[in-house]
């Protein structure tokens, strides 16, 4: 599987732990264990889409990589959004626990 993608899976499963978490006592200990390891890997990551992000103003501007460009911006945006999310969830967690 592609680092990216099992990025994008790890993430959403933090995201969806931590959004549940207000509902539950506990986060799972598996859940906790996914979170850990995405905190771990997340500064690689956020250093790689800034790495992209500068690569990304080097390109043309015409039509034909507009569409590369916009998507690869998406997944710039999609792993910074990570850390985000999960702080969002986490403070949302300790706000109801």
Excluded at 10 to 20: I, K, P, T
Excluded at 81 to 93: I, P
Aim: proline share 4%; net charge positive.
């Amino acid at each position: 599987m592609r680092p990216v993608r099992r990025m994008w899976i790890v993430g959403l499963l933090l995201l969806a732990g931590g959004s549940c978490a207000g509902a539950q006592e506990k986060v799972s200990p598996k859940a906790q264990q996914l979170a850990e390891a995405l905190q771990a890997l997340l500064p690689e990551y956020e250093r790689a889409a800034d790495g992209f992000e500068q690569a990304l103003q080097a390109l043309p501007g015409d039509a034909k990589t507009a569409v590369a460009a916009d998507g690869a911006r998406l997944q710039v945006e999609a792993i910074r959004s990570v850390r985000r999310g999960s702080a969002a969830g986490n403070t949302a967690a300790r706000a109801s626990a």
